[in-house]
């Protein structure tokens, strides 16, 4: 009796040094992640109230990680002590009108004679891989939109950029101006949510979209004096936009293969704002069904292992991701159902 007695309080004492050491460990990562992402906070309650949503991330992505079917890695990143609010912030693209599908379909004629004259018309082939990052002056840096929900801001600007020394608006890609969107677009809501087809619609209307150093981006839309825009600063200018068919891999690829960069849609799972690398696949179908998250598709591939995919820029910064860009799955939490490009 008195062994059982023995080997139990060491093995107590076992468990109470496994549990200090495992808490001394994770305030020694919470210090090395705040002093890597500079987080400061107010108050040792919110430092507290942060630091129990950075374990939280840390067990969700220890427990995806763990699984050795899956097709890509999570990692901690700038969001991982961001409450899932805070997150859904980051997603600026409101639910779809409700006549959305009505103006999609009375626009078939102007999408199929776009498609037939500068797309499915052009005999270039498709190529089996494409990845216009190793295009000169087709791609800009990846950016960082904050807590800002102007997502599709980024977006648009991307469609753009993608097409501006192609067209000879310029000699070099300047990046474009998606604060000038954010607070000059007449139907949009700033920070809280924006249209792509809008931002591209209003474009037009307003003269062109002017650079980012003439007007850098702040992450809000409540500066003294409003919109800013200065037309003879215009960079380029466009003719509207162009929907893309709904739900069509075949016709969206050779889009980018013969076009450019296209803006698309996607509806995100707390998965992918902790993604690192590999191909982001809904394995634990928590997609939601909210096409809100606006995104550039700048290219695609095959992995010998894990099949097609499509190469994403996000605008959650270079340290978020495979550098700020991500690889999925085509068809994987909506994307491609929904893309648009810019008509010239």
């Known amino acids: 009796m008195k062994a059982i007695i023995l ?3 060491v093995c107590l004492a076992n468990i109470v040094e496994l549990v200090q050491a495992n808490k001394h460990s994770n305030l020694h990562e919470w210090t090395h992640y705040k002093r890597q992402y500079g987080k400061i906070y107010e108050t040792p309650e919110e430092d507290a109230q942060r630091f129990s949503l950075f374990l939280a991330s840390k067990e969700f992505i220890r427990q995806h990680n763990a699984n050795d079917q ?7 990143n700038h969001m991982s002590d961001w409450a899932p609010n805070e997150r859904v912030m980051l997603r600026g693209r409101v639910r779809r009108r409700p006549n959305e599908q009505t103006r999609l379909s009375s626009n078939e004629s102007k999408i199929d004679l776009f498609l037939e004259e500068e797309i499915l018309a052009n005999p270039a082939p498709v190529p089996v891989e494409l990845d ?12 960082q939109q904050g807590d800002c929900g102007s997502d599709w801001a980024f977006a648009a600007a991307g469609v753009l950029e993608g097409q501006q020394v192609v067209r000879k608006f310029s000699e070099k890609l300047i990046p474009l101006s998606k604060q000038q969107l954010v607070e000059c677009i007449n139907d949009g809501y700033g920070c809280i949510a924006g249209y792509l087809d809008d931002a591209l619609d209003d474009i037009v209307q307003m003269g062109g ?29 466009n003719l509207g936009h162009i929907d893309l068919p709904l739900n069509n891999d075949k016709v969206l690829k050779e889009t980018v293969a013969k076009y450019g960069p296209v803006a698309t849609l996607i509806s995100p799972s707390d998965e992918l704002h902790h993604y690192r690398s590999g191909i982001f696949t809904d394995s634990s179908h928590l997609c939601r069904e ?19 995919y499509w190469i994403v820029k996000n605008s959650w910064s270079s340290a978020w991701g495979e550098d700020g860009y991500f690889r999925i799955r085509p068809g ?8 648009y490009i810019a008509k010239f």
């Open 209 to 237: 979209i002017m650079s980012e150093e003439d007007y850098p981006y702040v992450g809000f839309n409540e500066r003294a004096g409003g919109c800013a825009f200065n037309e003879s600063k215009s960079v380029m200018i």
């Open 132 to 143: 216009w990052r190793r295009v000169h002056d087709r791609v800009s840096a990846v950016g």
């Open 70 to 76: 899956a097709t890509f890695k999570m990692g901690l």
């Open 7 to 9: 080997l139990s309080l």
């Open 332 to 339: 994987t939490c909506g994307i491609g159902q929904e893309s």
């Open 290 to 308: 909210d096409l809100d998250l606006a995104v550039l598709i700048v290219g695609y591939g095959t992995d010998p292992s894990d099949g097609d």
